[in-house]
């Protein structure tokens, strides 16, 4: 991950020129990490509007916190810090529909789409769909530190390192946390191989 | 090499192993390995497995709008900023360059003042001098910080004990 701490490099170098008053610099940021920082939290909380309302909160924190900013970790470390901070905040507070409600009625809704559906891939679409369901709700029963660690890992490809100052533990504790949750997803998701 | 599965702390290489992120000679060691052992083969197949899996997961399209939201969010933040710099600016410290002079001239005055009567008290006092130094938007964002990393901390520490973490 060489290549990736370079860029790293790079973004505090840019985070710095924000603190100096240019704005540019963060439009830069903004374009780098705004589909990572979105798709972490869509997967975390399992809703788009709420991923994006989220990932707002993520940015603007950057931005009024632009005065102080001190290059102290890699930038995607701040940022992911930043993002799953709100991500676990918005579960605790359950402003975004519980997953497994939301799941039932996705799968509800299913039939009437399929029926009007007719297209000769139809069975195809469903199992895809199926196992697509199964996935999302495979990751969604992870306790949430499990799954903040493994969308981080699988994901974004943050570093042990990375996700350990993210999640306020040590590198061990996150292979202990990975090893865990992958466990669970192999019992449920390996028949799919 | 022992089976990496004896232990978690090694097996948990298998899982490295799949993601392919060990370096190359532990990646032949271990592969050396898995072609003979018939459990860390179904592990590393399983494994890949959920790899694949959640590869499926693609990513909801993001609002075409979303950046111009978020800039109209930061230009409504930065109009509260200098509203707020506006209104505290007559008390904020001067700059530098034109408080070094004049604490300069201050200080000789009160050096004179000191010396032609010992009995008055100095007007300036250190402590509120420290005071004035803090922006009131640093307090803000200092506050502001300290919440989101103790909230944070909460977090982790409420988060399930280690055996269901
Ligand atoms: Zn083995």
């Known amino acids: 991950m060489g290549g990736a701490a370079v860029a790293?490099?790079?973004?505090?170098?840019?985070?710095?020129r924000v603190k100096e008053g240019d704005g540019a610099s963060f439009a830069v940021l903004l374009e780098k990490h705004r589909s990572s920082v979105i798709h972490f939290?869509?997967?975390?909380?399992?809703?788009?509007?709420?991923?994006?309302?989220?990932?707002?909160?993520v940015f603007l924190r950057v931005y009024r916190s632009r005065s102080t900013y001190e290059p102290t970790a890699k930038f995607t470390t701040w940022l992911f810090r930043i993002a799953t901070h709100l991500a676990l905040n918005s579960l605790r507070d359950g402003k975004n529909?519980?997953?497994?409600?939301?799941?039932?009625?996705?799968?509800?809704?299913?039939?009437?789409?399929?029926?009007?559906d007719r297209r000769p891939s139809v069975e195809q679409s469903m199992v895809l769909e199926a196992r697509l369901d199964e996935v999302r709700r495979a990751v969604a029963s992870l306790p949430a530190k499990q799954r903040a660690a493994v969308l981080m890992h699988k994901y974004e490809e943050?570093?042990?390192?990375?996700?350990?100052?993210?999640?306020?533990?040590s590198e061990s504790a996150v292979k202990s946390l990975l090893?865990?949750?992958?466990?669970?997803?192999?019992?449920?998701?390996?028949?799919?191989? | 090499m022992n089976c990496p599965l004896e232990t978690r702390e090694n097996a948990a290489l298998l899982v490295s192993h799949a993601a392919r992120e060990l370096a190359p000679d532990m990646a032949v060691r271990l592969d050396r390995?898995?072609?003979?052992?018939?459990a860390c083969s179904q592990f590393i197949e399983?494994?890949?497995?959920?790899?694949?899996?959640?590869?499926?997961?693609?990513p909801e399209p993001i609002s075409p709008d979303f950046?111009?939201?978020?800039?109209?969010?930061i230009e409504e933040l930065d109009r509260q900023a200098s509203w707020w710099h506006r209104l505290t600016s007559p008390l904020r410290p001067m700059p530098a360059r034109h408080a070094m002079p004049i604490a300069a001239t201050a200080m000789l005055l009160l050096a004179a003042g000191v010396l032609m009567d010992r009995s008055r008290v100095p007007a300036a006092r250190p402590v509120q001098a420290q005071v004035e130094m803090l922006q009131p938007e640093q307090v803000e964002h200092a506050l502001d910080d300290m919440e989101t990393i103790r909230q944070f901390d909460r977090a982790m520490r409420s988060d399930s004990p280690d055996p269901k973490m």
Do not use: G, K
């Open chain 1, 158 to 169: 943050l570093e042990y390192s990375q996700i350990a100052r993210v999640l306020n533990c």
């Open chain 1, 97 to 116: 529909q519980r997953y497994e409600d939301r799941l039932d009625e996705q799968t509800e809704d299913q039939p009437a789409r399929q029926l009007a």
């Open chain 2, 33 to 38: 390995h898995v072609a003979q052992c018939a």
């Open chain 2, 46 to 58: 399983r494994q890949q497995a959920v790899w694949e899996a959640l590869d499926r997961w693609r």
């Open chain 2, 67 to 73: 950046n111009r939201r978020l800039y109209a969010r």
């Open chain 1, 8 to 16: 790293l490099d790079y973004d505090a170098e840019l985070m710095l």
């Open chain 1, 179 to 193: 090893f865990r949750a992958y466990e669970t997803l192999r019992a449920r998701l390996a028949y799919m191989a």
């Open chain 1, 41 to 57: 939290v869509y997967r975390m909380v399992q809703n788009q509007a709420v991923a994006e309302e989220l990932a707002q909160e």
